[in-house]
């Protein structure tokens, strides 16, 4: 399984930026994509989630009326689209991938499959 992220980049505060993520490798019906974020000297986090199959999403709470997760089964990409951006969502974000069922979509641990990520840096 390869995950490769892509559309980071430095914004203003209040810009948009859209994330992309390319998946290939295998089937991924049976699969949960989720977006995390790991800011310089923080750990990582768990940004948003959603299932392959039919869509169901799934939003850390300070990230919910801002970033919108989505995907493209007929292309194998996973986006994160980022609205308001403020100069704390800057981080390196990542795309990953587990089973959809079994632990949590928002623990990290959980995902067997890890892009490269992503740096997005907001401005104020």
């Known amino acids: 399984v390869q995950l490769q992220a892509s559309g980071g980049g430095l914004v203003q505060a209040g810009g948009s930026l859209r994330l992309s993520c390319a998946a290939s490798?295998?089937?991924?019906?049976?699969?949960?994509m989720g977006w995390f974020r790991q800011a310089p000297g923080k750990e990582r986090e768990f940004v948003a989630a959603?299932?392959?199959?039919?869509?169901?999403?799934y939003y850390a709470d300070s990230m919910k009326g801002r970033f919108t997760i989505s995907r493209d089964n007929t292309k194998n990409m996973e986006y994160l689209q980022m609205n308001r951006l403020k100069p704390e969502d800057t981080a390196v974000y990542y795309c990953?991938?587990?089973?959809?069922?079994?632990?949590?979509?928002?623990?990290?641990?959980?995902?067997?499959?890890w892009g490269q990520g992503t740096q997005v840096t907001v401005s104020s």
């Open positions: 490798g295998r089937t991924f019906s049976g699969y949960v």
């Open positions: 959603i299932r392959w199959s039919d869509g169901s999403t």
């Open positions: 990953a991938a587990k089973y959809a069922y079994g632990s949590s979509w928002y623990h990290i641990a959980g995902y067997d499959y």
